[in-house]
């Protein structure tokens, strides 16, 4: 099992069984187990706790199974029942089915065959748990654990969902997949999933690029002395010190094939191996992981275990790039100015408006990380009370990204449409675009020359010739 917090009850009025289930479940790491011979008190139990999993005989005294089912599906419903008796009938098994159990085991059952039953049942009630979750926080827009996110600077509505959607993810068991471009804010999701849990170990991070699998192997598991030459004493591994907490790799699509199986056998068997040992160490770390490629293209090509991305993909947080949140830049902007004039000792520069045009018509394809370091750098080089346009316009490279993608639109719309006889004139295609670029730019000529790669004052020429046509 890879969880031995689960709490088990199990009803059945046959003492023999009752020990016969409860050892299967404690070779299987479950150690809360409660016996109830007597099905009458189950009820006066339940007052008192809750339980994880119910196992229930059907053929009792006083109270038979199928009136205990009966009132669980109404008071109970949240606690998956798993049917468990001798009686071997299929209209029986699908009339418990219709009331509500989660399963029906007919004795003697065998070890993995329990165990597999529970854990589908708990699967499907996390899942159901999950979904409520998450209905009830985008019916309530409203955040349970806001300071988690304070780290994240965003006024994004997409954003906001993302948060609502970790709330209800970050307290299960189950790895979570970060996908988004580099600078998105991968591990500050990461670091914010970690915080909500409410795990008491460490959050430890660890990027993964270029470990080769002996390398991997080491960091993650440690080894023993002598396990490889110059192991001249036991080393712990990171796995080893996120016990309690929460484990997070990055750049999980550098992992090599040997890399991946290990990292598969980990989420699965909860187990691992340090270097240099036979001896198996167990683990309750969360894993959480995070790329900046496309893990599901890397999965068609067979670059990536199939395996391993639908384990990982238990819960899946897709982070969007900040052309794509374009209201998030100016409340990054003045985060940005104020975190790096109080790192610099200086008093926050004020900007000008024309900022806010040039950098929402700028593509980012650093994302968060190359604004902030845009902002700290113009600030740094600031010897007034305003930040400079020019520094901006010369620290980004505008022309290769704006111009080609409005460009590239403008040229795609014309290849798509069905042109008349007559093909517009280059004269034409020229006013279009100019009167395109400084659409965007809000009437900003310098901002608008940036996007056509020209000049402002071969822009100035060109307005000055369509106007005298």
Not at 156 to 182: A, C, D, H, W
Not at 318 to 325: A, I, N, V
Not at 351 to 361: D, F
């Amino acid at each position: 099992m890879e969880n031995f917090n689960y709490s088990v009850a199990i009803i059945d009025d046959e003492r023999e069984s009752l020990y016969t289930s409860s050892l299967i479940l404690k070779q299987s790491g479950i150690n809360d187990v409660v016996l109830i011979e007597d099905p009458r008190e189950l009820p006066v139990v339940l007052k008192e706790r809750s339980f994880s999993v119910l196992l229930l005989d059907l053929s009792m005294p006083h109270i038979s199974g199928f009136e205990l089912l009966k009132y669980l599906s109404l008071e109970y419903p949240e606690i998956p029942v798993i049917i468990l008796t001798a009686i071997k009938d299929i209209e029986t098994a699908v009339e418990c089915i219709k009331i509500g159990a989660s399963d029906y085991l007919v004795k003697p059952v065998e070890k993995n065959k329990l165990t597999s039953s529970i854990k589908k049942a708990l699967e499907m009630n996390r899942l159901k748990e999950e979904i409520l979750g998450l209905k009830h926080r985008l019916i309530e827009d409203k955040l349970e654990y806001e300071e988690a996110f304070s780290e994240i600077i965003t006024v994004n509505q997409k954003m906001r969902g993302i948060f609502k959607y970790i709330e209800v993810i970050s307290k299960t068991e189950q790895p979570v997949l970060i996908t988004g471009e580099t600078g998105t804010g991968k591990e500050l999701v990461a670091r914010a999933i970690h915080k909500i849990s409410g795990r008491k170990g460490e959050f430890v991070a660890v990027n993964v690029a270029g470990l080769d699998d002996t390398m991997f192997s080491d960091t993650l598991f440690g080894h023993r002395k002598g396990a490889f030459t110059g192991a001249i004493s036991n080393r712990e591994g990171m796995i080893s010190r996120a016990r309690g907490g929460t484990l997070f790799l990055d750049e999980i699509g550098d992992l090599s094939e040997a890399s991946q199986l290990k990292l598969l056998r980990v989420i699965q068997e909860r187990v691992y191996y340090p270097l240099g040992s036979d001896i198996a160490k167990s683990t309750d770390a969360r894993i959480i992981v995070a790329t900046n490629q496309d893990i599901h293209d890397m999965v068609n090509k067979g670059a990536f275990r199939k395996d391993l991305f639908y384990r990982l993909k238990a819960h899946h947080v897709h982070l969007s790039p900040l052309r794509e949140r374009k209201d998030d830049i100016p409340v990054l902007l003045d985060h940005f100015i104020e975190e790096s004039a109080k790192e610099l000792g200086k008093k926050p520069p004020k900007y000008p408006e024309e900022l806010i045009i040039l950098l929402t018509n700028y593509s980012f394809p650093g994302n968060i990380r190359e604004l902030k370091m845009i902002v700290y750098d113009a600030v740094a080089r600031c010897k007034s009370s305003i930040l400079s346009l020019e520094v901006f316009k010369e620290m980004i490279d505008i022309s290769n990204s704006i111009d080609k993608e409005l460009k590239n639109e403008i040229v795609k719309f014309y290849i798509q449409m069905r042109f008349p006889d007559k093909l517009p004139t280059l004269k034409e295609m020229e006013e279009l675009l100019i009167n395109e670029a400084l659409r965007r730019a809000k009437g900003n000529q310098g901002i608008a020359a940036s996007m056509l790669g020209i000049t402002r004052q071969a822009l100035n020429k060109r307005l000055n010739k369509l106007h005298k046509k």
